[in-house]
């Protein structure tokens, strides 16, 4: 049989933080409110794979400027539960940036080391204006203080799967935000993405 409630080796889809008609009321709301800011601007917004990946897809089409997208693909090393802040860019921009108005798209912030890295490479292009727009951002686990323009939901200190964000590639495709629950005896899982998280 198949295994309709995604479980595997003692872990599964735990509580629904946020559930579809909440998370897709938010991103229309970001959508609005980024259209007002970026009117008459020259908008790129670069999505950062592979987590980012449904909630750039939504996020534009709420948009109602014009805009362009690219795509970047990270991975950070830590260590079992915390990112170490050493990004390698796996795929880059294929545009440039300079002189445009970024809008970088990630799914979550967690330590902050990531974006960190990712706002430094970035300016150092020469975008007009750089800012962020998170889905989700879990403050209590903050180690850097990275500005956050737009931000979706704030969560507490949980890993949590759904709507772009996996544990082992999977779960990215659940139409909401759940938290992943872990069985007795289970490995945990490194925050950190060893692949395009
Ligand atoms: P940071 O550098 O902010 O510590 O790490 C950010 C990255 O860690 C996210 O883009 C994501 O890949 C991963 N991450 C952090 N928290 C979670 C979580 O709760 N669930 C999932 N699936 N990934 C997470």
Redesign the pocket.
């Known amino acids: 049989m198949g295994d309709p409630a995604g479980s595997s080796g003692g872990e599964r889809i735990g509580e629904t933080l946020i559930d579809s008609s909440r998370l897709h009321g938010r991103v229309s709301e970001l959508g609005a409110e980024i259209s007002r800011d970026y009117a008459g601007r020259d908008l790129v917004l670069v999505g950062?794979l592979k987590?980012?990946l449904i909630f750039m897809a939504d996020l534009m089409r709420s948009l109602s400027v014009p805009c362009e997208i690219d795509l970047m693909a990270v991975s950070?090393y830590?260590s079992a539960t915390?990112?170490s802040?050493v990004?390698r860019i796996l795929k880059d921009l294929d545009t440039s940036i300079n002189g445009r108005d970024v809008l970088i798209v990630?799914?979550?912030?967690?330590?902050?080391?990531?974006?960190?890295y990712l706002l430094r490479n970035l300016r150092a292009r020469d975008p007009a204006t750089i800012e962020v727009c998170a889905l989700?951002t879990?403050p209590e686990?903050r180690?850097v203080e990275t500005p956050i323009r737009y931000v979706g939901f704030e969560?507490p200190n949980?890993?949590?799967?759904g709507y772009g964000?996996?544990?082992g590639q999977r779960h990215r495709n659940l139409d909401y935000v759940a938290v992943?629950e872990r069985g007795q005896g289970s490995r945990r899982r490194p925050?950190?993405?060893p692949e395009a998280?």
């Open positions: 950062v987590g980012a950070s830590g915390d990112s802040g990004v990630e799914d979550i912030v967690d330590s902050g080391l990531t974006l960190q989700l879990k686990r180690r969560i949980r890993f949590v799967i964000l996996d544990h992943l925050f950190s993405r998280g």
